[in-house]
């Protein structure tokens, strides 16, 4: 993260209710280009709410959040608007198509067509072959192949290239390996530091302290509905921070 750089994303003071329970009171963070952001809290704490918040899925009853600066009104909190400024989420179930190639499934939503009619396959081939690289994700299998066939690690990197590969600079990882084992687990990880070279900037939502050590720049506690706490990951112990998750 470069310390004289704007924040990408701000959320500026977001609370929402569900009837009579407050899920988020006053959440507030800063996202930098480059960075990995870790939100952790307990279960229930609000994460879910203040991501769901971020990528538009909930309107925040009070508070707003900034993209590049620019605050997004009442009337343009949506998912579509919200996605139209850069910023994608990867959810915690593979959002992958299983009986679909991989090439299919990282065009997913915008399948190029030659002439206008043609599904231009050797094209998505290719992108696919190069987002791979970029993240650098060996692959033996063949891409004319059925995505199930390839290990759940390099499913979930092609759901996370599908993220980055329009260009995205803010991407939400919603517990990206909580599916996957350890080796899985690891390849993973080296997509999200992958990604992070290129100067995105994500959003990590992990239950894995271990993982969050390994990969966050920065901490955001949540505890019971508020952004209670914030760390810098060379400034904190597990100790410290298990202890800001369970007292706030
Ligand atoms: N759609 C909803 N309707 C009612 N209550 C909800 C809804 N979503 C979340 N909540 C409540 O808001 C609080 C925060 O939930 P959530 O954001 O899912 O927490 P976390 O992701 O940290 O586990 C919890 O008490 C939860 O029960
Ligand atoms: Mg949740």
């Known amino acids: 993260m470069n310390s004289n750089s704007k924040p990408i994303l701000e959320v500026n003071g977001v609370s929402k209710s569900f009837g009579g329970v407050e899920a988020l009171r006053e959440g507030s963070l800063n996202l930098f280009p480059g960075e990995v952001l870790a939100i952790v809290g307990a279960n229930g704490a609000g994460k879910s709410t203040l991501i ?16 590049r600066g620019t605050k997004i009104t009442r009337q343009d909190h949506s998912v579509g608007f919200i996605r139209q400024m850069g910023v994608e989420v990867v959810y915690q179930d593979l959002a992958i198509v299983p009986n679909m190639t991989a090439p299919y499934n990282l065009f997913l939503g915008r399948i190029p067509k030659k002439f206008g009619i043609f599904v231009d396959v050797k094209q998505m081939q290719a992108k696919t072959r190069e987002v791979l690289a970029e993240l650098k ?6 891409l004319k192949r059925p995505i199930s066939e390839m290990s759940g690690g390099q499913q979930q990197s092609i759901a996370i290239g599908r993220a ?4 995205k600079e803010i991407v939400i990882l919603d517990e990206p390996t909580a599916a996957l084992g350890p080796n899985e687990t690891q390849q993973v990880e080296r997509v999200i530091n992958e990604i992070r070279k290129r100067n995105t900037a994500t959003i990590l939502i992990s239950h894995n302290l271990d993982q969050v050590f390994r990969l966050a720049d920065r ?30």
Do not use: C, M, Y
């Open 52 to 67: 769901k918040i971020i990528a538009g899925v909930l309107t925040p009853d009070r508070g707003h959040i900034s993209i």
């Open 137 to 142: 994700v060996e692959t033996v299998q063949s």
């Open 164 to 167: 980055i590969a329009w260009g």
């Open 219 to 248: 901490l955001v506690v949540v505890h019971q509905g508020h952004t209670s706490k914030e760390f810098l990951r060379n400034e904190v112990t597990i100790d410290e921070l298990v202890k800001a998750i369970t007292t706030g």
